[in-house]
């Protein structure tokens, strides 16, 4: 059974930073999309950030450019959100999710996921 465990969330003040770490266990194929996905109250889940276990493309949603940096190691076992200048709205809780795909073709949509993390909660205040 594949088990992701998020940590790394906390509160923090606009403009801060802090950087979210997925632990992933277990059998996961080698070829496969690995993401951060969002969730704030009354909101639908959004793609924040995904990245392929081979070749390390990476994509990003238009809000986060330039401020987010997703990346991996071990494999793609460890995966990391680096975040920056973080504002009021990018309060939520942010899920690592992975899911086996031969081809870099990484979704942006939280249906086409397989695995998934419990999530852990990011607070920015103003």
């Known amino acids: 059974q594949v088990q992701l465990v998020e940590s790394g969330g906390g509160s923090v003040q606009a403009g801060g930073s802090l950087r979210l770490s997925c632990r992933a266990s277990?059998?996961?194929?080698?070829?496969?999309?690995m993401a951060w996905f969002r969730q704030a109250p009354g909101k639908e889940r959004e793609g924040v950030a995904t990245?392929?276990?081979?070749?390390?493309?990476?994509r990003y949603t238009d809000s986060v450019k330039g401020r987010f940096t997703i990346s991996q190691d071990n494999g793609g076992n460890t995966l990391a959100l680096q975040m920056n200048s973080l504002k009021p709205e990018d309060t939520a809780m942010y899920y690592c999710?992975?899911?086996?795909?031969?081809?870099?073709?990484?979704?942006?949509?939280?249906?086409?996921?397989?695995?998934w993390g419990q999530g852990t909660q990011v607070t920015v205040s103003s």
């Open positions: 277990g059998y996961i194929y080698s070829r496969r999309c």
């Open positions: 999710a992975a899911d086996p795909r031969p081809y870099d073709s990484c979704s942006d949509s939280s249906t086409e996921y397989k695995y």
């Open positions: 990245i392929y276990s081979v070749g390390g493309s990476t």
